[in-house]
């Protein structure tokens, strides 16, 4: 792991006060998403629904969830306009202001106990949520370099556990999950976004937005001299000018444009499949039936709550290991292990849940698979697809494809939490099969069509993407040995790459192409030179036409 030689103090403090976007993301996510919290929370409204008006109930309930995840899709599509227009560090600091908004609306509505009134508010906060569940990724994942581009990305989803942590511990009753305490415990997030707010004021803008959207070139060196300290070189800088080259086609990608664009459609299908995946691993179910798997344990009702925290603090040790891996490992290797282990929990808790036999250690056998279940959900569907999402697409594009991806994201989630309920109501523990061929499709597609990401540059990505249409499925591998190779040849004086796809430089200035595992350069004679390898780049010094 001596990629990690490559952290510097910048990058780690700039990461955490980003990350701070995430936290009030898994915050919120608990708050106001929180079937269990809802429901509480409409008996003590000014709503009140009598228990014997069943359908009513469900109906109200089912709205006040659904409004979280409207907005978290409408937060997502004009995040593309947002960080496109304003930059990815404006983004989030008009953000944070209307969650300190939002923070205080929920506070006062809780206090005059006007439910109707907060539900509003839940729809902007879920505006905010959807905002910062892509602009904070997003940013890592421009500011990174190559090699813990990845675990960069994941730091940012152990933040939103650690989020959904802190929301689990300040809600139990002994401490603001209680009448009295309920108007701080809507308001808290409000804090946490104060304080980012003044700390992104200190932060750099994105180097790649400023120099590929904006052509500040000035602006972005200063920036990757400080991001990168003492590995900085000047070889990112030519990598962005390649990349700035060869994108000149997706220059202003907005939503629609990609939506029908035919060199688009493989990533951003990537994409999707994984997300909606992610989304139908049966985690969902798994949360459903934790709170009973648990009271079946005969613990009591009043430590199923702790219980509950206790296990999302030991499955963020899985985000840990997650953070530690995914550029060591792979991407591809995390997403087979993890819907295969999904695939597998989802028939043995099939088998366990339907048993109705009291067989004593029954209930702790099921408490286990949802464990497995859930840190398999972790390990691979639920933290890669937010990285490919970032790495297969170049600058431009890249944000309508997090508006894309985004809104399907928080539509599938909706889509399975109000669905679910009424699936379990007529078939029970069976619902879990409903999500093993998902789990199974996602499997197949991640081992046949995705390809490796880790330690390569967006270009060499984009590059690779474009070959892969012409190649076998089993032979992803020689596809990816033979994506970034170029050729270079004399030609009156001048040198210059044949490969069509390859970008070059023709302002006089050193040129810089991909090549997978060489370096060679080209002397003014025409002559090939060999230059010691570094792995990933190729140089070409052109000579100066007599």
């Not at 408490?367 to 639920?382: D, R, W």
Request: proline share 3%; with cysteine.
């Amino acid at each position: 792991m001596g990629y990690f030689q490559e952290l510097t103090l910048s990058l780690v403090l700039i990461t955490m006060i980003s990350c701070l976007g995430a936290l009030q993301y898994g915050y919120n996510f608990w708050i106001l998403y929180s079937s269990v919290l809802v429901e509480e929370e409409l008996n003590q409204g000014d709503l009140h629904v009598s228990s014997r008006h069943t359908d009513p109930k469900i109906l109200l309930l089912e709205l006040t969830i659904a409004i979280f995840p409207t907005g978290g899709i409408l937060g997502s599509l004009i995040f593309a306009f947002l960080v496109d227009r304003f930059g990815r560090k404006r983004t989030m600091l008009l953000n944070d202001i209307l969650s300190v908004l939002c923070a205080i609306l929920l506070r006062w509505f809780k206090m005059i106990n006007s439910f109707s009134l907060s539900f509003i508010t839940r729809f902007a906060a879920g505006i905010c949520t959807g905002i910062f569940s892509t602009s904070v990724p997003m940013y890592l994942g421009e500011i990174a370099p190559v090699n813990l581009r990845g675990t960069i990305i994941e730091v940012c989803l152990f933040f939103m556990s650690l989020g959904i942590a802190v929301a689990q511990a300040v809600s139990l009753p002994e401490f603001l999950g209680n009448e009295q305490g309920s108007p701080v415990l809507f308001g808290l997030t409000g804090i946490g976004a104060l304080f980012q707010l003044v700390l992104l004021l200190f932060l750099p803008e994105s180097p790649r937005y400023l120099l590929i959207q904006k052509k500040q070139e000035r602006e972005a060196k200063e920036v990757l001299k400080k991001l990168r300290g003492s590995h900085y070189t000047e070889d990112e800088i030519e990598e962005l000018y390649q990349e700035d080259q060869y994108e000149q086609q997706e220059k202003g990608m907005r939503v629609h444009r990609m939506l029908c664009s035919s060199r688009q459609s493989w990533p951003l299908r990537c994409s999707i499949i994984l997300t909606v995946g992610q989304q139908l691993s049966g985690i969902k179910a798994a949360y459903y039936y934790r709170d009973g798997v648990l009271k079946s344990m005969g613990i009591g009702d009043e430590n199923v709550s702790r219980l509950i925290l206790g296990a999302t603090c030991l499955l963020m040790m899985t985000h840990i290991a997650v953070i530690c891996g995914i550029d060591a490992w792979g991407r591809r290797i995390l997403l087979l292990c993890g819907f295969g282990i999904c695939s597998i929990s989802c028939i043995l808790l099939t088998m366990t849940l339907e048993i109705e036999t009291p067989i004593s250690w029954l209930p702790y056998l099921s408490t286990v698979l949802v464990l497995i279940l859930t840190g398999a959900h972790i390990l691979g569907p639920g933290s890669v697809p937010i990285v490919l999402t970032t790495e297969l697409f170049l600058q431009s594009s890249r944000s309508s494809a997090y508006a894309i991806v985004g809104s399907v994201h928080w539509f599938c989630s909706c889509i399975v939490t109000l669905g679910f309920h009424h699936i379990q109501s007529y078939i029970g523990p069976y619902s879990f099969l409903i999500f093993f061929p998902f789990n199974s499709v996602a499997l197949f597609y991640s081992l046949m069509v995705v390809p490796e990401t880790k330690r390569k540059t967006f270009l060499s990505i984009r590059k690779l993407l474009e070959m892969l249409p012409s190649k076998s499925l089993g032979n992803k591998q020689e596809a990816n040995e033979e994506a970034v190779q170029e050729s270079i040849t004399p030609s009156g004086g001048r040198r210059e790459s044949r490969d069509r796809k390859g970008s070059l430089q023709r302002d006089g200035r050193s040129e810089s192409l991909q090549c997978d595992g060489r370096r060679q350069s080209l002397r003014s004679d025409g002559r090939r030179e060999s230059v010691p390898r570094d792995g990933r780049r190729m140089s070409v010094q052109r000579g100066r036409m007599q």
